[in-house]
Structures are given as structure tokens and as C-alpha cells.
């Protein structure tokens, strides 16, 4: 992985036990990836000149573009929020020199991005390339990823406090937190912290229970594997008691850079099976009911006993959440045990190598979905992919059948 300003963004939301559901997938060299309410992403990128906040809709919309606003330097990142206010924190950096790094606080209003307060940021020499912080929601303590003087090696974890109008002198949070290796990303929520120690070529995220004063206390534990993939690039968490957000970043065996992965967590809908009849029946039943209008950002779904469709936007690899809901109710009828081929398709579209790792992707995805979350009814799930000879938004989609 190459170098990145570590930073910590936005809270998102979902039960321990609600579904993980792929949100972003690149290869670019991304800092940080954030939802904005339930359909605005904000993702921090590194370019040639610089790192920059681009904006776009998870569901449809013109695709990622720079967000004038909050671009208000060299080196933007975002650091925090506060939900009740809806204000959002930004890092700024406007030349090369400390004295042109700040704190700005942004409002949401009426689809546009407003500035409301600056603050610098405490002044001390860092002696790594790599900074990261989170601003807490009510602005008084700001976490600090950097390397200061005394340190434990590489990037520790410091803490400061508003007051009197500045920030306190940054306090290293001791052999608790901060070891050998590098420790970025901090994120506080619940009286938690959230941070990501990198081991090699990995990271993996731990969290440590916070005590009065903001100190941490107890034993950092790394977090469960539905978070921390072994061997891969995880960072950048963020939860809150309705859920969470992180990235992952793995080689792929099909290509030799790292793909990124933002995942957020979504609870699954899963509907009881109908008892009155049986499925083949409902199955009927559901194919001469009268169609219902759909925004154009919502794929269309079809039906057949032959099988079971979803169908997807021009390169597109993920489920919407309303995507999500048909497959689960498609589940849900499904026999206890039963041997479901998922078939990834792409049209004539691209390159060769393109439009095979879509089509590979979309049945990898909906695979990974069935067997991580349904469990419970046995299924036996094997995937394949094809590609059509035509351009045509029909051959774009996953279909489910039963295998022999």
C-alpha cells in the first residue's frame, strides 16, 4: 500500500448483527470513504496535486466529482461530525507549512456545503509523512495520528483538548494504545476507541474502552473477522449504536494491485416462507401481477421458475438495498439445503478482461452474500460467469437457478 493520509470520517450505521453489503470498490488511492446521510458518498482521493473530497449518489447520479467547498486546500480530509447539528469537520492544508493547517466545520443546507468556524491545529513537529484526526462531536478533543516526540515507534496515538481558545499540548496515550508498530484511523464512539495498527503489509482494527478525561483503560482487542480480513489492508472504522463502516483493502487473484472495498452494514429482510401455497404457485402468482413504477436509479427484477434475475447499471457490481430485499425474499422461499448455481453475466461492453471480472464479480458478490448470511438452510452455492455477444442492459445481471 502506498502512503496515505490516514484519516477518520463519518458514522454510519447498523446492528452487529445486520449484513455486510459492499457500498465502493476501486483501485485508486483512496483515504477514506463516507456516507452522508443514506445516499451521498464522500471520498477522499489522492491525485497528482494533491487529496481531495469528491461527492457522489450511491444510487444513480452523474457519477464522482470534486466537491468545490470543502476542496479548500492541497490536502483535505474529513475528521468527524456531529449528527445532532449536522455539521461535518474537515482538515485543510493550504501550502507546506504547519501554519497553513486547520480545523474548518462545515453545515449542510439546502444541498450545498456552508463553512461556519476555523481552528489550527496544535502545533508540534510531526516526524512521519502520515497524519491522521478525529475531531469528537462536540469539538473539545481532537485524536491525533502522527509521530511526536517521545514516541513508541513509527505513528502513535495522541489526545488533545480544547481550552482557552486552543489546543493543549498532544498527549501520548501511552503502551495501552501505542506500540511498536504504527497506529492510525482513531474514531471514538460509545466510550470506545477505534483504531487500526498496521502489521506489514496488513492492518487490523482494535478498540480499547475510553475512561474519564478521554484515556484509554483496560486491554485493546482486535476486532471480530467480520471487520478484520486476514491478511488484508483493514482501517478506517466508524460506528455508532445503529451500526458501522470500514474498508478493506486485498489483492485480488485476478490482478496485481490492491482493491479497495468499502463495506456498511445492512439488516437483512428475511420473510417467513408462505404456507398457504406452495412456491411455484406465489412464483405464478407474482408474474401476472400488475408491474410497479420504479425510480431509474432501482433495477428492474424478474422472475421465472426457471430461475431468479437481478439485473445491474453499466459496470456496476453491487446490490442496491432494494436489490438486497428481492434476493433475500427469493432466499427465503428457497428449500432447506437446496444447490443454487449463481451465474455472473456482462454484454459485449469493454475489453475482454473487463467484461469477464464483471460478470466474475457480480456472481462473487451475491455468493459471498448467500453464503455468509444463510447459513442456516444449508445451501450449496457454486458460481459461474458469462459473456454475452450483444451490448445490451438485459445480458447485464446475475441469474440464480437450481443446479442439478
Not at 517521545?150 to 480544547?162: T, V
Not at 458501522?244 to 496485481?256: H, M, P, S
Request: aromatic share 10%.
Amino acid at each position: 500500500m502506498k502512503k496515505t493520509l490516514y484519516t477518520i470520517a463519518f458514522m454510519l450505521a447498523a446492528l452487529s448483527t445486520q449484513a455486510q453489503t459492499p457500498i465502493k470498490e476501486t483501485r485508486e488511492e483512496v483515504a477514506d470513504v463516507v456516507l452522508f446521510g443514506s445516499d451521498l458518498l464522500l471520498t477522499t482521493k489522492k491525485d497528482k496535486d494533491g487529496q481531495y473530497i469528491y461527492v457522489e449518489k450511491r444510487h444513480g447520479g452523474a457519477g464522482m466529482e470534486k466537491e468545490p467547498v470543502l476542496n479548500a486546500g492541497h490536502t483535505n480530509a474529513i475528521i468527524g461530525k456531529n449528527t445532532a447539528t449536522g455539521e461535518l469537520f474537515v482538515y485543510h492544508k493550504r501550502g507546506r507549512r504547519r501554519k497553513t493547517e486547520r480545523l474548518a466545520v462545515y453545515v449542510w443546507e439546502q444541498g450545498s456545503f456552508t463553512k461556519t468556524e476555523e481552528r489550527r491545529i496544535p502545533r508540534r513537529m510531526n516526524h512521519s509523512y502520515n497524519l491522521g484526526l478525529f475531531l469528537t462531536e462536540d469539538k473539545s478533543t481532537l485524536y491525533i495520528s502522527a509521530e511526536y516526540r517521545p514516541s513508541r515507534g513509527y505513528e502513535d496515538i495522541y489526545l488533545s483538548r480544547w481550552k482557552n481558545n486552543r489546543w493543549t499540548r498532544p498527549e501520548n496515550l501511552g503502551k495501552k494504545v501505542n506500540t511498536r508498530l504504527p497506529e492510525f484511523a482513531p474514531f471514538v464512539a460509545n466510550d470506545s476507541l477505534f483504531f487500526s495498527r498496521k502489521e506489514k503489509n496488513a492492518a487490523y482494527v482494535y478498540a480499547i474502552p475510553l475512561k474519564e478525561q478521554a484515556a484509554p483503560e483496560g486491554e485493546a482487542l482486535k476486532l471480530k473477522d467480520n471487520v478484520n480480513k486476514e491478511e488484508a489492508f483493514n482501517a478506517y472504522y466508524k460506528k455508532s449504536d445503529e451500526g458501522e463502516l470500514w474498508i478493506t483493502a486485498a489483492t485480488d487473484v485476478k490482478a496485481e494491485e490492491p482493491q479497495l472495498t468499502a463495506f456498511i452494514s445492512e439488516k437483512p429482510v428475511v420473510e417467513p416462507a408462505p404456507v398457504a401455497a406452495p412456491v411455484k404457485e406465489v412464483i405464478a402468482r407474482e408474474e401476472v401481477a400488475a408491474p410497479v413504477a420504479t425510480a431509474p436509479a432501482v433495477a428492474e427484477v424478474e422472475k421465472s421458475a426457471s430461475g431468479f434475475e437481478l439485473t445491474y447499471a453499466f459496470n456496476e457490481v453491487f446490490l442496491s438495498p432494494a436489490q438486497v430485499k428481492e434476493l433475500q425474499h427469493y432466499l427465503a422461499r428457497q428449500p432447506q439445503g437446496a444447490k443454487l448455481t449463481i451465474t455472473g453475466c456482462s454484454d459485449a461492453s469493454g475489453t475482454e478482461k473487463a467484461k469477464q471480472r464483471v460478470g466474475y464479480k457480480r456472481a462473487a458478490y451475491v455468493k459471498w452474500y448467500i453464503d455468509k448470511y444463510y447459513r442456516s438452510k444449508g445451501f450449496s452455492t457454486q458460481t459461474e460467469y458469462v459473456v454475452a455477444k450483444e451490448r445490451s442492459p438485459e445480458n447485464r445481471k446475475i441469474v440464480i437457478g437450481k443446479a442439478d
